[in-house]
């Protein structure tokens, strides 16, 4: 047996299900299918009742306790009745269950120990034909149940794991990551897990896989896997550059050396204040937080405003003059942009660089602007011909631009109100230290030991 | 009369000769002349004597007391037999005389206040078929004294005064500006000196002017002027694009706003130590300062390389993540590297990106490099998807690298020499005041007081 066979055989027993497992997750499947319907038999309507997801496909992780059954209904019916009757049919289905709402209302509860969705779709005749993204799952089922076999979803596991402990398991925005959905379909296109490591080894970014060989539209991401029940959608469209490349290197780096490490998600112990001080004494930078209680919104919402405002700040610093060594943006009560600076301070002057002499009447009006200014260095000329003024900054310190520059960068929609209301704070240099401690303990521990 | 007219007018009256002092020169290159002649009849070969320079044009400004005289030998002369005749006719002519050497020997000295410059050629029959430099003169004299009248003439004195007035007279290679050949080619070319500031304010660089139509070379430079007697010779070669864009500045300004001023050396009192200090203080940046004693070279070699060193410094200091705000290069008995930076110092770590991971051989050596490196954060993965550590800096201040790098930068020969035999000192910070002035007080005086 191989190093990485024996690795893999050990990962195996960790998460495929044992016998008992599944046979009490089809059996409650089986009773929660039945329940509904009964409850389909009490509407004026037809309607039938699918089970989707891993633990429809066999793909589930061991421990993962998730039934997602769907109620077809003709695609004819009103919108408003399909969420009354699917409203119905969960509440008889899980009486304790309560509503949450995506694109339109579903019902979700536990049964026996089960994380259960009851959700109402339309019955398509085909992927491409979907009034509501959710009517586009039951056609992934079928189409994964006619190209699984249980050696394929077992390795659909193995693959689900080893993206879990790398990091970039689930397609949530926060993560920018991979789908249960897209782990299947890259097992099923290499045809096993080893196989699909050593594809994804010679990756070359961007990378298009289209299964079903009928992609229509054109895709401006770095990894493309055309859905094979839709023909213009890219499966892979979260998935972020540098997750594609964090993958690549452990398929890499598993390929040469096989370790369970990478089946197993790291947890770096959280930092303290000592240890965190010391990091930045030793790189001698200044580090920037800009603070405020996290937006109340789901978390597919609030990461990318997060993300955004993190580059939005960075923009505007750099823009500014200030050298970013490194940034990150984090969430838990509160949200934290965390820049970390080569310096929190700029020299009075800034140089200005004007148009080139030769361009007349823009070039006049530079020079008229600043001739007979006694606060600025020139007008001159600089080696290109250009002219140049040195000027005063308006902001000189990182601080003073987070505290009085925020509302010209482009900012997540919630932050930037938060911001434009002055609900926030700002900690520069030693007092960031304090100000995150202990709440972001463990994003702190891995910026200072980052790894790919 | 119009404003430029009255300031035109009061211009003439300084830089026009007075009948007297043409009679004078004309007297003396006569008598100069003569003698050559003389000298000639002596040697046993045929040569004659020419005039060339402005003085032979009539396009000096009063008080330049110049006369230079070429001796044309037959172009099938040996050279060691040209320069012994050039030589032994120059010794007659200007028995107080001593020889200088550029493409081969001349002589030079005074007679009767005036300098003299007593230059042996070749008689060829076309600017083309020139053996040396010198040989192409007599037809620029030729070509000009066809092409300039009195009018044209005293237009020519206006544009050198003009382009002494702000600084870009002089085909020297630390002015790189305007030659007077190439004033005289610019005022034929338009008509006249106002004629000709109307055209350099509409200047778009590159500029390309032909006055004999016969250009047969391109040439890469901001201002192309080809000489009327060689189609393969830029006149303008050496005038650099901050120098273009100060002319066309000026032109601008005057014919805006005419002033005498422009027609005036700017001589801005020397700097001393207090207020070099506060315009450092006030600017809140960092003065490093490379010294060396001047190499022992002429002028047009020193400048160059001096040139090629401050620049050679910046490039280092910018690659090494300082940021340079201005820099210059000055020498006097001394010469100086002078570099004004944001900051001084930097973080202890730095950013260093590797490759995309998905280049893999590339990848994997960057990756291996690093990975049981302690004293490295990382490598991990950015967000376009390549390996990045923040590894420690080699050179954290401007003063190391001036100490310790310089060897690495393009430097001018000169320098480089010095440089590698730790031949030279190094100052930061206030150190630079008392290193610098008195020296250099001029030149510091400038630097606080840039102007176009």
């Known amino acids: 047996m191989t190093d990485a066979a024996a690795v893999i055989e050990r990962v195996r027993q960790r998460v495929d299900p044992t016998p008992a497992e599944r046979r009490a997750l089809a059996a409650a499947a089986s009773r929660l299918t039945e329940r509904a319907e009964a409850a389909i038999a009490e509407l004026p309507v037809a309607a039938d009742v699918v089970q989707v997801g891993s633990t429809a496909r066999g793909t589930w992780v061991a421990g993962d306790r998730d039934i997602d059954l769907f109620v077809r209904f003709p695609s004819d019916l009103p919108r408003e009745q399909l969420e009354t009757y699917g409203t119905t049919v969960g509440a008889a289905v ?88 897209l782990c299947e379909l890259l097992v099923v296109e290499y045809g096993g897990f080893e196989a699909m490591l050593a594809a994804i080894e010679d990756w070359q970014p961007p990378v298009v896989i289209d299964p079903a060989a009928h992609q229509q539209a054109s895709f401006d991401d770095p990894l493309v896997v055309v859905d094979p029940t839709d023909p213009e ?26 370790s369970e490490d990478a089946f197993t998600p790291a947890s770096p112990a959280p930092l303290d204040a000592a240890a965190l001080r010391s990091h930045i004494d030793r790189r001698d930078t200044t580090p920037l937080a800009v603070v405020l209680d996290a937006p109340d919104v789901v978390a597919d919402q609030l990461y990318p405003q997060l993300y955004r405002s993190r580059d939005g700040v960075v923009r505007g610093l750099r823009e500014h003059g200030f050298d970013v060594v490194r940034a990150a943006a984090w969430a838990d009560e509160r949200a934290v942009v965390f820049v970390e600076l080569a310096s929190a301070e700029l020299p009075a002057v800034e140089r200005h660089v004007g148009p080139p002499v030769s361009v007349g009447t823009h070039a006049e009006r530079f020079y008229e602007t600043y001739a007979d200014d006694d606060g600025v260095y020139g007008p001159f000329v600089d080696d290109d011909g250009r002219y140049v003024v040195e000027r005063d900054r308006d902001v000189r310190t990182a601080g003073g631009f987070a505290r009085t520059e925020l509302g010209t ?25 304090e100000a995150l401690l202990p709440e972001f303990e463990s994003e702190l521990a891995a910026y200072v030991d980052p790894k790919a």
Chains 1, 2 share one sequence.
Do not use: M
């Open 409 to 433: 960068v482009a900012l997540g929609a919630r932050i930037e109100s938060r911001v434009a209301s002055g609900d926030y704070d700002v900690y520069v240099g030693d007092a960031v230290v």
């Open 94 to 181: 899980l009486p304790d269950g309560h509503e949450e709402y995506a694109e339109h209302p579903y019902v979700t509860g536990t049964f026996e120990g089960y994380a259960v969705d009851l959700v109402p779709c339309y019955d398509v005749a085909a992927a491409t034909e979907i009034k509501s993204a959710v009517d586009r799952t039951p056609f992934h089922t079928t189409y994964l149940q006619e190209h699984l076999d249980d050696g394929l979803a077992a390795d659909v596991r193995l693959c689900k794991q080893f993206l879990k402990g790398i990091g970039v398991y689930g397609s949530d925005l926060r993560t920018q990551g991979f789908s249960g959905y």
């Open 233 to 258: 959608r890219n499966v892979a469209a979260v998935v972020s550059a540098a997750n594609v490349a964090t993958v690549q290197h452990h398929a890499r780096r598993f390929r040469a050396t096989p």
